[in-house]
């Protein structure tokens, strides 16, 4: 079977980011280290063009993403991140970017390209969802994280009071959790109001 085939069975046929019924087309989610299945989706030539062609976007049509970014899919799951990233100065994108979550094999896919970050942010402290953190932000746990050497197991949903940031490791913040100033990954993070 054809990866284009494989595509419409996996779709039933529809845009895999906006849900168009026509004119679609295999599209090899970039960077294609490997061609194939799993790096490719399905895609109208509205959502390729406006993908392909940055310059053509109409934030309208993205809305789509809203429902699209919840696939379990990860080559739809990278494209709708890098779109939401792409229009985040139209507000809304924010907002749902704030929403999602991406495991960290496929946010790395997503970043790759430099799709949605900034040269600077290479030494930046990101959280999950690719937002800046600073010293005395706060943030929620996305995982339950054991602690070594404190016996206990720091919960999914707890948040975390005026962080501050481990200088000279990008992937670290530091934050009291049960009275206990501890070391923990931006990537089990997202920051909060």
């Known amino acids: 079977m054809s990866t284009e085939k494989e595509l419409h069975t996996r ?59 919840w696939s379990q899919i990860p080559a739809v799951q990278v494209m709708a991140w890098r779109m939401l990233n792409r229009l985040r100065a139209e507000g809304w994108p924010q907002d749902l970017l704030d929403m999602l979550y991406l495991e960290e094999d496929i946010l790395k896919w997503a970043q790759i390209t430099g799709e949605g970050l900034d040269a600077e942010d ?27 050497g404190a016996n206990f197991t720091a919960k999914r949903g707890q948040s975390v009071f005026r962080i501050t940031l481990v200088k000279d490791n990008t992937e670290q913040i530091e934050g009291k959790i049960n009275g206990q100033n501890i070391v923990i990954l931006t990537k089990y993070v997202k920051k909060t109001n």
């Open 122 to 148: 290479i030494h930046k402290h990101l959280d999950s969802n690719g937002v800046e953190l600073l010293t005395g932000d706060n943030v929620v746990l996305i995982k339950d994280l054991p602690v070594k």
């Open 11 to 69: 779709s039933g046929s529809i845009c895999e980011l906006c849900a168009a019924t026509t004119n679609l087309k295999g599209f090899e989610v970039p960077p294609a280290n490997t061609t194939g299945f799993d790096k490719s989706i399905l895609l109208c030539d509205t959502c390729i063009t406006q993908i392909t062609q940055p310059d053509t976007v109409d934030p309208k049509h993205w809305h789509c993403l809203n429902d699209s970014m």
